[in-house]
């Protein structure tokens, strides 16, 4: 087989795992939970409202959308300034790395300052709503 198109099925399968794998452990949790219900209804045993929603719905947590938004941006702006820093120590100001190195440098910094600013209006929101 090719080299190429072994990486590419490599690639793809590495983001098939990726994606698939956490959606197949949901639903197994999900079905023995359901296994879980059904075994305790066929040994007559009553079961509380509250763990049947519990056990059905799963465990979700409210997110604090100012909190992970914050922490988004400042990984950003971390890895931007990173970028940054390594196009700098590669090459110097006037090196072709440098310049290389600014394009993702500048996309991450940009992403991560509109990410602080989403967290700053998330607060400021649900300051207002509290």
Do not use: C
């Amino acid at each position: 087989m090719d080299e190429g198109i072994f990486v590419v099925f490599i690639f793809f399968g590495f983001l098939a795992a990726i994606i698939l794998v956490p959606i197949y452990l949901r639903e197994r949790t999900r079905q023995s939970a359901h296994h879980l219900i059904a075994q305790a209804l066929e040994k007559g045993q009553t079961l509380d409202p509250g763990l049947m929603k519990s056990l059905t719905e799963g465990q979700k947590k409210p997110q604090d959308k100012a909190r992970s938004s914050l922490g988004s941006g400042i990984v950003l702006l971390a890895l931007g300034g990173g970028f940054a820093a390594a196009g700098y120590f590669a090459g110097g100001y006037a090196g072709e790395a440098f310049n290389g190195m600014m394009i993702p440098a500048v996309i991450l910094g940009a992403l991560g300052a509109a990410f602080v600013l989403l967290a700053l209006v998330d607060y400021a929101t649900k300051k207002k709503e509290d």
